[in-house]
């Protein structure tokens, strides 16, 4: 078993356990806690639908994480430095695109 494999499935339980209260809108504004842009801060309603928005994308990023991660815990030994890599590119990969798409949003719905 490919121990970092086993870790980055960990990660994205993790991950998936700590957006699905920002997706149930149950994370008021706070200083720890959320997708932290100032947008997010012009008020409340504001905070609750960024970070539901973003707290969705997270859940998805983490679930391709933890498939490509199940993928690489059944690895041969010799595949474990190119699982490590590739994972690393989808980690690195997919939270750019989750960034990415959390500033398109908020452009997009950006109230006057």
Same mark, same amino acid.
């Given at each position: 078993?490919?121990?970092?494999?086993?870790?980055? %499935?960990?990660?994205?339980?993790?991950? &998936? =356990? *700590?957006? @699905?209260p920002l997706v149930n809108r149950? #994370?008021?504004?706070?200083?720890?806690?959320?997708?932290?842009?100032?947008?997010?801060?012009?008020?409340?309603?504001?905070?609750?639908?960024?970070?539901?928005?973003?707290g969705r994308l997270m859940i998805?990023?983490?679930? %391709?994480?933890?498939?490509?991660?199940? &993928? =690489? *815990?059944? @690895?041969?030994?010799?595949?474990?430095? #190119?699982?490590?890599?590739?994972?690393?590119?989808?980690?690195?990969?997919?939270?750019?695109?989750?960034?990415?798409?959390?500033f398109r949003y908020v452009a997009?719905?950006?109230?006057?």
């Amino acid at each position: 078993m490919n121990p970092i494999a086993i870790i980055h %499935v960990i990660v994205a339980l993790v991950i &998936i =356990g *700590v957006s @699905l209260p920002l997706v149930n809108r149950k #994370v008021k504004r706070n200083r720890w806690y959320g997708i932290r842009i100032p947008e997010a801060f012009k008020s409340e309603e504001r905070w609750l639908d960024i970070n539901q928005y973003g707290g969705r994308l997270m859940i998805w990023w983490s679930i %391709v994480v933890a498939v490509t991660a199940g &993928i =690489g *815990v059944g @690895l041969q030994k010799r595949y474990w430095l #190119v699982y490590t890599f590739s994972e690393l590119a989808i980690m690195l990969g997919g939270l750019g695109i989750v960034i990415a798409l959390i500033f398109r949003y908020v452009a997009k719905t950006k109230r006057a």
